[in-house]
């Protein structure tokens, strides 16, 4: 697996950042994260490669420059996100550009903290890239409660505390995705995190401190790219497929946990501990799988991956339900419908809500196919639709497939080495 894109990013953000050397392997190189990586030496990191290795000498808390150019991040809202609660703690100023596809994702739900911190924000369209920030000369530190589930979010108020005097506190009702904070731990932070009993967790941040580089900083295999291969192999019939080295962090694994519940063979091998996280092998079988209901509490372990249980629900017997799917609507496309729509193109049974999905499966599946997915500038779309084709009757056609490259560049040349046919089809001009 191609190294996970979340804990990629913040490879650089960090190692950008502490001072001294940080050696990565297994970072994921897709288009997100070298944006992010381009970012970074735009403010005064130096970044090479040394064989598989990237190293990354970093300026020291307190010490990004200003970059000179606006910063483009592509399709990468991770990136866009995180970089800004990072440079808007500087007395300086930067502005962000991204796609179109980036262009049109809220950003009010990173400003809105960074203001209340003393940040000025100028935006053509409200809250919207492209985008310039300038941060005062000290900013303020906050308590903010995240008022979403979103780790996107945390992160970047924790990132802008980094050059905050005194502590910055960020408090969040629903546990997410936790590779900020434990990096920030690796990376010899003065961070703690309680747990309250009512489950809400309290990170509080002292700013302003020193951040030194990692010797050996490895990046784990990504789940929310095993997703695809692992849904392949629980539909196509006849599959026996092991998937090495996967990040199981338990705000990761919703998918796995899910697909489980359905009757998905998925056989847990090797579970170890590498670099501070828990890593397995995976080995999936081709299974008759079984509807289940997911709950919203669910969301936050598997937000990126609902496209793709699109797929597994559409071949398992009955109707699968899945709620609180709200943040999926403000994803790199509005992935509630681009998912929707792609089902109806595709003869599968479903109904949308404004935040749920149920889809109403057939486990053989012959008479899926046959239709052509807008994607939207969305990768996620675009590979778990190539995975309905890869068990459906007909083929299925995608718009485009460039977007892939953001997260997964390895997927067609990996998806076609387990025997699955991929074939690029040129129209006229
Ligand atoms: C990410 C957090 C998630 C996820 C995104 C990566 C991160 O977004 O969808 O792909 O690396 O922090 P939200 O935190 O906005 O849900």
């Known amino acids: 697996m191609p190294g996970d894109k979340s804990i990629s990013h913040r490879a650089f953000l960090f190692g950008g950042l502490a001072s001294g050397t940080t050696r990565v392997t297994g970072l994921l190189e897709g288009e997100d994260v070298l944006a992010t990586g381009r970012a ?45 609660g990072l440079v808007g703690a500087y007395h300086f100023g930067s502005t962000f550009v991204g796609d179109a596809s980036l262009s049109k994702r809220p950003m009010g739900r990173v400003l809105d903290p960074l203001r209340e911190m003393g940040v000025q924000v100028v935006a053509r369209s409200k809250d919207r890239l492209p985008l310039s920030i300038h941060g005062p000369k000290a900013t303020a530190p906050i308590e903010y409660r995240v008022p979403m589930a979103s780790a996107q979010v945390k992160s970047a108020v924790l990132f802008a505390g980094l050059n905050t005097p005194g502590v910055t506190t960020v408090i969040e009702p629903v546990m997410t995705r936790d590779h900020t904070e434990k990096m920030l731990e690796g990376f ?23 951040l030194r580089g990692l010797s050996d900083f490895q990046v784990p295999g990504d789940p929310s790219s095993a997703a695809f291969p692992i849904v392949a192999g629980l539909v196509v019939p006849g599959s026996d497929v092991t998937i090495e080295n996967v990040l199981m962090n338990p705000t990761r694994i919703g998918l796995i946990e899910t697909l489980r519940e359905m009757g998905g063979s998925i056989e847990i091998l090797d579970a170890r501990t590498e670099g501070g996280e828990d890593v397995a092998d995976l080995r999936i079988r081709h299974s008759e799988l079984t509807s289940v209901e997911v709950t919203a509490e669910r969301a936050p372990s598997m937000i990126d991956e609902y496209p793709v249980l699109a797929v597994a629900a559409a071949f398992a017997k009955g109707r699968t339900v899945m709620r609180g799917l709200d943040e999926l609507r403000v994803k790199e496309s509005d992935r ?20 749920w999905l149920v889809v109403e499966g057939d486990p053989e599946g012959r008479g899926y196919g046959g239709g052509s997915v807008v994607t939207h500038l969305d990768h996620r779309i675009a590979m778990s639709f190539l995975v309905l084709g890869l068990a459906s009757g007909k083929p299925v056609t995608i718009d485009d497939g460039r977007m892939i490259a953001t997260s997964f560049p390895e997927f067609e040349d990996l998806m ?3 025997g699955g046919m991929i074939e690029p089809i040129r129209e006229e001009a």
Do not use: W, Y
């Open 188 to 210: 010899g932070a003065n961070i703690e995190v309680e747990t309250k009993p009512d489950g809400s967790r309290h990170i509080h941040l002292q700013g302003q401190g020193e």
């Open 40 to 84: 970074m030496i735009a403010m005064g990191a130096l970044i090479r490669k040394e064989g598989q290795t990237f190293v990354v000498d970093g300026v020291g808390n307190g010490c990004l420059l200003e970059p000179e150019e606006p910063l483009d991040f592509g399709n990468a809202g991770t990136g866009a996100r995180l970089t800004m």
């Open 416 to 418: 076609k080495g387990l």
């Open 336 to 355: 509630l419908s681009a998912v929707a729509a792609g089902l109806a193109a595709n003869n599968v049974r479903h109904e949308e809500g404004a935040d």
